[in-house]
């Protein structure tokens, strides 16, 4: 299925910015079963420079500085994907969660070196016994790996209210396990720390939803904007994505602009002003089928 | 002549080493375990029993004072202020003495450990292989949060990421040198290890010079050359930058005074900016390309945009840039990923495998609890080994053994087997004992010794010396600055006499003549500006409260001489010329707190307290003699808030100390600043307070209805400094119009009005830029709109007024000039100085 993808993100300033460098993750990585046919990127006021390159976790960032003193900026990344829809695995058929922990544990087997990074706590996420307890129960001794992640999956989304105003950018995960509110950003955090913190990989996931679901179905959450969703690491199967925010497993509705340990490795767009007084920004994702 | 043999001189030897206690159970660095004096400490011990001991004492003082002259200090963190209190550097005058082939040995294996380290370095930023191949566990580069990934895949000028390094070394019982920690990010202190030897060799110049010292100027010029040809496609005339955090560093001062010595320009990260991926120094007149940035700036908050967000020191797009190949960074970023003492372990094997040799100096043992084995150790011996943080182990020290309790082990081995690489336990170092200064003769001290290299094409060297650090005790091993320990001159013998080198003067070659110095960042531009507006300030509102104090009798507090009215309005207390109540509630104590109340905006505290601040800032920039002028100032007015005992006599005795002391600055400043753009903003700076005060205070003058009694035409003359002037031209009663000419008009006189806008003219014909545009930039027209009103004046109209001068042309002029003055301040600010405030637009959430 083809999807054309509009990512428009605007930005207001109260005072004139007189330099202004950007950092932008909006152009969806290649994947297998994932096609990017077509990618633009319109930023006004037009940068000085402007350099597109992989980033470490190999997403698709663009640099871009603008000399000029402005007072709004604009960013309108259009995308035209073709997803291949993916037969989701056995997940009773995945290894016990112990024998992947064992993986992890020192010395470190060499299949696993790669997804190694994703075990660790990350600059906005660390582990802890409390997310350990919180996970147990989704965790008896020798369940397949995906089965209970499948359920820690179905309890996030049974015990966490989504709630647009409860949290922001930079609420801390404690606060999420307090209020039991967020959005899907803070879920993908919880479900990544409680894995790390059982000693698994866990990655997050960012990018987008269709936005008219298809003829009979209710549709996402979440998608009039950018998504997140994680994926965890499992032996023979690689990364497997779930999506706490809407209990599923995705399938060809999740479209994927890039991976990293937290957010903070794939937040759309970052940036360093010069002046600029406060700022409001609105960004806006529209989805459609071709 | 200096003798070459060491005579036994009895009596003078009992003076200064006898009840030396050699303390059985540690190495001593100049006595053998029998006892006896080691020849390499021979001719030094020789050389100050000649001084003898009293010399000696004296030779310590004036190691003392030159410190002090030099301002070698230290900031001393405490917990409520982040800012610190600055502690002079300690230097024991006695240094330690190395022997020429131990030292080659030292040499031989730090070099060896400075290129492993390169090399796993390059192999973590690069290819990984070590990692692939389990040689070093993958927790140690990806747990750690000094692995800095935007960096991987940067490769620095020659491949070299440790550009310069420092090790802590300790010499344990059996005489065996061990490394307890590595210094790979940014190594501090060398600075100190330079004025330690600058006060050093100059107390004691007999012993330098019979000992055949090496000298450490070598280093330090290669420094310079090795940084000079990190410039990748500029060649020809590099600039290199100190980059420093600013003044709240604990270190300022020593990087200040290395910047200094290495003749570099010490800058912030906000006076660096980078434009089309190269980094460029915020000048007055404009921007000024950089090659080289050589740093002190903590890895991951060297670059706002992709590493710590929420840093205020570093420069943004600045990986770009580096990835660009337009700048090189010293060390280069990432470099603090092996600073962790966890490393240690891997070291002997990692040796083997990347050099092919047998590692030449040992680590102090270390288990990091990532390896299940080394884990074991730990939890099996919880209370014998001191268990810290294994990254981010910024405090190297040997602590005292913290005492736990049975359930703080538990709850720790808890916390251990929950995340077990985040911990790591070191076995405590027991320290060599040196001689060391005391006040009856030399005793033993625990000492270690740091010592620094930097990369010199594709190999390393190392400084012939180092910083040792003195333990504040015989029995304490705490050698942390932070808590009371000193340091000393390290002097490594040489077997041939040593040519004599300095940085001061270039080695051969022409000099080239400069009349300008490098150009000005902005930002310095910015203090010296205020620090010019704060010296007049102190000086006006020390002027006021002068006349306030001489005035102000219990007989007259209720507002019954008129002159007090204007200063009491001026300083901002109630004066209250029509509401004698309001007057008589302003005491004496209200007086003193506008000189003591460090919270009290304007405050002659709050003032001097800013002017030390602005002086800390520009302190690389400024004389010391300026820096003690104000300093002093600082110190004589942060008195106590207890001022009950003090009469209005001591005030005007203080405030006349004040006065000199800011007549001593601006003479400083007159005489001994070359007409730079810093000498110019500064004295612009002072010209607009002066004509913001004068004008303040002639404004409420002129409204107080007794404008004509002599008695306020008096204390008119007194604050405006013109007293004597006045006398010396009319010998007659102070009268308006004569008075009111000699501090508006009259050109010669320098506090008058038109004076200070003559000079701000002048100082803005000067200004870069300013001469190019056709029209007049916005400050100039402001300046321009007030010299032409306050010209057209005629001040003898005042005579003819009997009562409402405020109202008169000349009242209204002043009252425009007033307003008009923090107009031009702006003007100039957003001319000159306008690197406003950066700040991060963060993104809008996923949902």
Same mark, same amino acid.
């Given at each position: 299925m083809t999807f054309d993808v509009v990512h428009r993100t605007l930005y207001r300033y109260s005072q004139p910015v007189t330099v202004s460098q950007h950092a932008a993750r909006v152009e969806p990585r290649a994947l297998a079963g994932q096609i990017v046919a077509d990618f633009s990127l319109r930023i006004e006021p037009a940068p000085t420079l402007r350099k597109t390159r992989d980033d470490y976790f190999g997403n698709r960032v663009c640099f871009f500085s603008i000399h000029e003193v402005h007072s709004r900026l604009e960013i309108v990344a259009r995308s035209r994907l073709t997803i291949a829809a993916v037969t989701p695995p056995v997940l009773s058929l995945s290894p016990p969660w112990e024998k992947v922990v064992e993986l992890f544990s020192d010395p470190v087997s060499p299949e696993v070196v790669e997804p190694y990074e994703f075990v660790f706590d990350s600059p906005l996420l660390r582990a802890s016994e409390t997310l350990a307890a919180y996970a147990q129960p989704s965790f008896p001794a020798g369940t397949p790996l995906l089965s209970a992640v499948l359920d820690l999956n179905r309890r996030i989304h049974a015990d966490f209210k989504y709630d647009r105003v409860a949290t922001t950018v930079a609420t801390p995960l404690e606060e999420v396990m307090e209020k039991r509110r967020g959005v899907c950003q803070d879920f993908a955090h919880l479900a990544i720390a409680c894995l790390r913190s059982l000693g698994l990989a866990a990655r997050y996931v960012s990018g987008y939803l269709r936005t008219r679901p298809p003829e009979g179905k209710p549709r996402l959450v979440g998608a009039d904007a950018s998504h997140a969703w994680f994926s965890v690491f499992c032996p023979e199967l690689g990364w497997v994505d779930f999506d706490p925010t809407n209990n599923l497993l995705p399938e060809s509705d999740h479209l994927t602009l890039g991976f990293g340990r937290d957010f903070g490795d794939v937040s759309p767009i970052s940036g360093i002003l010069t002046g600029g007084g406060k700022h409001d920004v609105k960004a806006a994702v529209t989805v459609s089928v071709l | 002549m200096s003798q070459t043999t060491v005579e036994p001189q009895r009596p003078p030897l009992i003076d200064l080493l006898a009840g030396y206690p050699r303390e059985r159970d540690f190495f001593d660095e100049a006595f053998s375990t029998g006892a006896e004096l080691l020849p390499h400490y021979a001719r030094f011990v020789e050389a100050i029993q000649k001084l003898g001991a009293a010399e000696l004492k004296r030779r310590r003082e004036s190691c003392r004072r030159l410190l002090h002259e030099q301002g070698i200090t230290y900031n001393i963190h405490g917990e409520t202020n982040a800012r610190g209190v600055e502690q002079p550097w300690q230097v024991d005058p006695i240094p330690l003495v190395i022997a020429p082939e131990e030292w080659r040995s030292l040499e031989a294996a730090l070099i060896q450990r400075a290129t492993l380290i390169n090399a796993i370095l390059a192999d973590c930023y690069g290819p990984r292989e070590l990692i692939r191949s389990r040689r070093l566990p993958p927790a140690l580069v990806f747990a750690q949060p000094d692995f800095l990934r935007p960096c991987h895949g940067i490769r620095p000028p020659h491949d070299t990421y440790l550009h310069f390094y420092a090790a802590d070394l300790a010499r344990s019982p059996d005489g065996q040198w061990w490394v307890i920690s590595d210094r790979t990010q940014v190594p501090t202190g060398a600075g100190y290890a330079l004025a330690n030897r600058l006060v050093t060799s100059r107390a004691l110049p007999e012993a330098f010079r019979s000992c055949q010292v090496h000298r450490l100027a070598g280093f330090f010029r290669d420094m310079q050359t090795s940084l000079a040809r990190? *410039? =990748?496609?500029? &060649?020809d005339n590099p600039r290199v930058v100190f980059l420093t955090p600013g003044p709240y560093s604990e270190t300022y001062c020593e990087q200040s005074y290395l910047a200094r010595y290495l003749g570099y320009m010490l800058v912030e990260g906000q006076d660096l900016t980078v434009r089309d991926d190269r980094v460029y120094l915020k000048t007055l007149s404009g921007l000024e390309p950089v090659h080289v940035i050589f740093r002190r700036v903590d890895d991951d908050f060297c670059d706002p945009l992709e590493l710590r967000n929420d840093s205020i020191l570093g420069v943004p797009g600045l990986l770009e840039a580096l990835r660009a190949g337009n700048v090189a960074v010293a060390n280069a970023l990432g470099t603090g990923l092996l600073q962790s003492p966890a490393v240690m372990a891997f070291l002997p094997g990692l040796c083997q495998h990347?050099?092919?040799?047998?590692?030449k100096i040992p680590s102090v043992a270390t288990w990091w609890c990532g390896q299940r084995s080394a884990r074991q150790h730990v939890l099996e011996n919880l209370d014998r080994l001191p268990v810290r943080p294994a990254f981010r182990w910024d405090a190297p020290e040997p602590e005292p053994l913290p005492e736990l309790s049975a359930a703080q082990r538990e709850a720790l081995a808890r916390r251990i087997e929950f995340q077990p690489h985040l911990f790591a336990a070191q076995e405590q170092v027991e320290l060599s004992t040196a001689p060391s200064w005391g006040p009856d003769g030399l005793r033993p001290r625990p000492v270690a010794l740091r010592v620094y290299l930097v990369a010199m094409d594709g190999a390393y060297k190392a400084m012939a010396g180092g910083l040792t650090r003195v333990a504040a005790a015989s029995g304490l091993h705490t050698l942390s600055m932070q808590h009371g320990g000193a340091s000393k001159d390290t002097w490594v013998l040489s077997q041939e006499p040593v040519e004599a080198l300095t940085l001061l003067t270039a080695p051969g070659g022409g000099i080239e003549l400069r009349r300008v110095g490098n150009n000005l960042p902005s930002r310095l531009a910015d203090n010296f500006f205020w620090l010019g507006r704060y010296a007049e300030r102190a000086d006006a509102t020390a002027r006021l409260l002068r006349g306030a104090f001489s005035r102000f009798t219990p007989e007259n507090t209720a507002g019954a001489l008129p002159p007090l009215s204007p200063i009491l309005q001026t300083l901002k207390l109630p004066a209250g010329e029509e509401d004698s109540v309001a007057a008589a509630s302003v005491s004496e104590s209200d007086l003193w707190a506008v000189v003591f109340d460090p919270d009290r905006p304007g405050s002659l505290r709050a003032t001097a307290d800013e002017l030390q601040r602005l002086a800390m800032f520009l302190r690389e920039r400024t004389s010391n003699d300026l820096w003690h002028v104000l300093s002093t100032l600082a110190e004589r007015l *942060?008195?106590? &808030?207890?001022?009950?005992? =003090? =009469?209005a006599g001591d005030a005007v005795g203080l405030l006349n100390q004040t006065l000199l002391s800011l007549a001593a600055f601006r003479g400083l400043a007159r005489e001994n600043m070359t007409r730079a753009h810093g000498w110019r903003f500064l004295d612009m700076g002072q010209r607009i307070e002066r004509s913001i005060h004068l004008c303040a205070f002639l404004d409420h003058a002129l409204g107080s209805p007794d404008a004509d009694n002599p008695s306020v035409l008096e204390a008119v003359l007194e604050v405006a400094d013109s007293s004597i002037t006045y006398r010396g031209r009319y010998n007659l009663l102070p009268n308006l119009g004569t008075v009111y000419d000699l501090v508006l008009l009259d050109d010669t006189n320098p506090r008058s009005l038109l004076f200070q806008l003559n000079q701000l003219v002048k100082h803005f014909e000067r200004l870069p830029g300013e001469r190019e545009n056709a029209l007049p930039s916005p400050g100039q027209r402001v300046l321009l709109e007030c010299l032409t009103a306050l010209r057209l004046l005629d001040p003898r109209d005042l005579n003819r007024l009997q009562s409402g001068w405020q109202e008169s042309d000349v009242g209204k002029v002043i009252q425009q000039i007033r307003l008009q003055m923090p107009r031009l301040s702006d003007a100039i600010a957003a001319s000159y100085f306008a690197h406003s405030t950066i700040s991060r637009a963060g993104g809008s959430a996923d949902l």
């Open positions: - | 990190l *410039a =990748l496609r500029q &060649a990347l050099l092919g040799e047998e590692l *942060a008195m106590p &808030a207890g001022t009950l005992g =003090l =009469l």
